[in-house]
């Protein structure tokens, strides 16, 4: 995990990938991207191959400020992958940007990944043994990510008397031993690849275009670029696309428990999961919570933009107005992401003004969608006070994060997570909050309409579905 002290739970990346011969696949991956972004704002890059050759742009910064249609023309070919990152292993430098590049005993792959692996250690030293290759990352030298580890998985070992003959083989020998998350989009000279864990921990989905196909971390990237939704990629399950069209092989038995912290925050409101709806599922969060934690109030106002759709849905079920009591800089970067706590602060109250005339004098219920370190919720409250309101009640769509995540978002760790040491009337005191009320784990989980035996819900529960590093000791495994 990265030595950054965010405040808030973090989106871990996203990825793309479209073959679509005839199509300008550069700039579909780029608005692909686009809709992605709040999955990544470190870096951005997007690799092309016209069948001969892959040629990969990538950089520092958001997608509008990595590509330009310069750079976008020198990229040419009939299929693409692209990916926006934020560090969940390695640090926030050219060198971890990607789609990664690297050879294979049968041409040459470009990969994307979303996601974290915990068996880097093990992987790294499997590259080390076979390749020569130190993937430590030490002194700044080289990629320290678990994914330029699959990178160098997938170059395959020459010599071998059963060596596989295609970048499938290889990944069919690959993917079963990468323990964790992940979601890939990945390719060679001639086909597009998407694979994603046993587990479906992180989203990934298959769209119809015109011309082609399209992969995607969420569905509203293929409503973007104008694909049709397909299907989920399935956890196990292991995609090729080239000209013969889509073909499908399960290198790993299903064992589906997809993260729940997509439906909370993670995820774009217009983003379908498994079949349902993130915005239905958020505003019915918002419902229960109603319910579970009614209280008198004036107004009920989100914290933008994450908690509105829940506060719709708890003045929808308590019958308190609905009220914009917070405007938000939409251009001001996202505080967890600041070096030091002092910015963090600033970073809060520029990102975050509130409507003195709408919030003066008036009881007011404060939703958002969770609460990591306090820091966010402290400010804000004394925002509210500073502006008038008689009360400020503060209502949580997520039970109390209390667990660290290990597959792919980047939460604080768990000595540093304010529920982990607190009840929630002392982390109300803490936040100077008149009132603090979280929903109940198995109220989140049916808003979602998913059973909670294929659903993740680890960061609140110390239950993890898929293996943790050696170095920690989880509370349970399903």
């Not at 160098?152 to 970048?167: K, N, Q, S």
């Not at 864990?197 to 011309?211: A, E, F, N, Q």
């Not at 439906?263 to 999961?273: E, F, G, K, M, Q």
Request: aromatic share 6%; glycine share 10%.
């Amino acid at each position: 995990m990265p030595e950054i002290l965010e405040d808030e739970p973090h989106e871990e990346c996203g990825v793309f990938g479209v073959w679509a011969p005839g199509e300008d696949v550069a700039r579909l991956s780029y608005f692909g991207l686009y809709a992605l972004q709040h999955r990544g704002t470190q870096s951005a890059g997007i690799a092309t191959c016209d069948g001969d050759a892959i040629l990969v742009y990538k950089d520092m910064g958001l997608v509008s400020q990595v590509f330009d249609d310069r750079s976008l023309t020198t990229l040419s070919g009939h299929m693409a992958i692209g990916h926006v990152r934020y560090a969940t292993t390695g640090a926030s430098s050219w060198e971890n940007a990607q789609p990664t590049l690297g050879p294979t005993s049968c041409g040459t792959v470009a990969l994307a990944h979303n996601g974290n692996l915990t068996n880097m250690t093990a992987l790294a030293e499997r590259v080390r043994t076979l390749y020569g290759i130190d993937l430590s990352g030490e002194a700044g030298r080289g990629s320290s990510t678990d994914t330029a580890v699959i990178t160098a998985l997938l170059r395959g070992v020459d010599g071998e008397a059963e060596a596989p003959h295609t970048l499938k083989d290889i990944a069919e020998q690959v993917l079963p031993d990468l323990h964790g998350a992940f979601s890939l989009v990945f390719m060679d000279e001639n086909t597009l690849y998407a694979a994603r864990d046993r587990h479906g921990l992180r989203p990934l989905v298959l769209g119809r275009l015109p011309g082609g196909w399209a992969i995607a971390s969420e569905s509203a990237a293929l409503d973007i670029v104008g694909a049709s939704f397909a299907r989920e990629v399935e956890p196990g399950e292991l995609l090729m696309i080239d000209a013969d069209g889509v073909r499908s092989t399960r290198f790993a038995e299903a064992k589906p428990a997809g993260c729940i912290f997509e439906y909370v925050y993670l995820a774009r409101p217009d983003t379908t999961i498994a079949g349902r709806s993130v915005m239905s599922a958020r505003t019915e969060m918002g419902r229960a919570l109603a319910r579970e934690h009614p209280v008198e109030a004036d107004l009920v106002i989100p914290t933008p933009d994450s908690g509105t759709p829940a506060a719709v849905g708890y003045a929808q079920e308590s019958g308190i107005p609905f009220a914009q009591g917070l405007v938000k800089n939409a251009y001001v970067g996202r505080t967890f992401i600041q070096p030091t706590q002092h910015i963090r602060q600033l970073g809060i109250r520029l990102k975050l003004n509130p409507l003195r005339d709408v919030i003066s004098g008036q009881r007011l219920v404060v939703v958002d969608d969770s609460i990591v370190r306090g820091n966010t919720q402290r400010a804000l409250v004394g925002m509210l006070r500073e502006a008038g309101a008689a009360q400020v009640h503060v209502r949580i769509s997520s039970p109390p994060v209390t667990w660290p995540c290990f597959y792919g978002i980047d939460f604080a760790t768990r000595a540093e997570l304010i529920a982990n040491g607190m009840s929630t009337e002392q982390i109300c005191q803490n936040i100077g909050a008149d009132s603090l009320g979280f929903i109940s784990h198995d109220a989140m989980v049916e808003a979602t309409t998913i059973p909670s035996s294929r659903l993740c819900s680890a960061c609140f529960t110390g239950h993890y579905p898929a293996s943790t590093p050696e170095h920690f000791t989880p509370k349970g495994v399903r």
